[in-house]
């Protein structure tokens, strides 16, 4: 991610500044084991502010948390989390958490905050909720037809783990009950209510990944073509072939797309995804040579279950 990191932490220092001596009170607080902080403990009416590093964890968040809790959202709609950077004003919203819910893997970003929230014992609760997910390695392109050079690229070369973890609905049940976790220790007051909330949508979320399960049963062509590589995990959860046009964040070469496009008629792939924040350039020429087209599914989308559900009715159209 090409983050301006050194202007960012001066903007955070400052912004942090201003609020940690409001943050917990002497006997108001417990420790954080991740850190050995002390952790404030919400005690007024008021919601708690939780701050989440993307829109889906907005959901969770909420779904737990009820009108216990008011969300800020660090990457906001629209905005791609791999070049965005706050502005002051949200940096003094953000520095206002109680909470802080990280994704958790590879996303610079997250560590600027961390760092931050902790240089100044600001009491923030730092919440990873991949903590007891199964990581997976960023998709790449060339990794799908020449599997003894990517393995070997592999040992070479530092691995990048895919942080797009909510895509999967099993990974969203393991991020509910790290928030969970969370809120319980910050509000312990209202432990009862929040578990309750968990339950009920942790049920939603078993009945989302059983509607997914039954739209795909049956396709025997399971291949599907992206551009970034954002749908790794929900690929792995429901036995489908993703393959990237974009390799490690760059765009392909000419030889690349040449490659694609063979690959995409063998598999007999149609359609090309993007995100609705990427370039589809690239997509677009490959969709030209196979006689297909681009559609655009957003990852990022904060009404988790309705849009997982608008995405596997697109998935299961356009597999054979």
């Not at 919400?42 to 919601?47: F, L, R, T, V, Y």
């Not at 206002?96 to 014992?121: C, H, L, Q």
């Not at 895509?167 to 578990?195: F, H």
């Not at 049920?203 to 992206?226: C, H, P, Q, W, Y």
């Amino acid at each position: 991610m090409n983050l301006k990191i050194l202007p960012l932490l001066v903007l955070l220092t400052v912004g942090l500044s201003l609020f940690a001596s409001g943050c917990t009170g002497p006997d108001d607080s417990q420790t954080n084991e991740s850190t050995g902080q002390e952790v404030g403990v919400a005690g007024s009416n008021e919601p708690v502010t939780v701050a989440v590093s993307v829109l889906p964890q907005a959901e969770f968040v909420e779904k737990v948390g009820g009108d216990k809790v008011k969300t800020v959202v660090i990457i906001p709609p629209g905005a791609d989390p791999h070049t965005y950077e706050p502005s002051p004003k949200e940096i003094e919203n953000i520095s206002k958490a109680s909470m802080y819910v990280t994704v958790g893997i590879d996303m610079p970003f997250e560590e600027v905050w961390i760092d931050r929230f902790e240089s100044i014992n600001s009491g923030t609760l730092i919440v990873n909720s991949s903590n007891g997910i199964k990581l997976r390695e960023l998709a790449a392109h060339d990794h799908h037809e020449e599997e003894g050079a990517g393995e070997l690229e592999a040992d070479e070369e530092e691995t990048e783990l895919d942080p797009h973890i909510w895509t999967s609905p099993a990974n969203a049940k393991i991020m509910v009950e790290n928030i969970y976790e969370g809120l319980a220790k910050i509000d312990p007051e209202n432990k009862t209510y929040y578990a309750q909330n968990r339950d009920a949508y942790l049920k939603e979320l078993d009945t989302l990944d059983a509607r997914i399960r039954e739209k795909l049963s049956g396709k025997t062509e399971r291949n599907f073509m992206v551009y970034h590589p954002s749908w790794g995990y929900f690929a792995a959860d429901y036995n489908l072939t993703m393959i990237s046009v974009e390799s490690e964040g760059k765009e392909p070469s000419a030889e690349d797309l040449a490659k694609l496009v063979d690959l995409a008629k063998e598999k007999h792939v149609k359609v090309i995804f993007i995100q609705p924040q990427t370039s589809k350039q690239s997509a677009q020429a490959v969709a030209e040579e196979i006689g297909g087209e681009v559609v655009a599914v957003d990852p990022l989308a904060k009404d988790y279950i309705a849009n997982m559900d608008n995405v596997s009715d697109i998935f299961a159209r356009n597999l054979v």
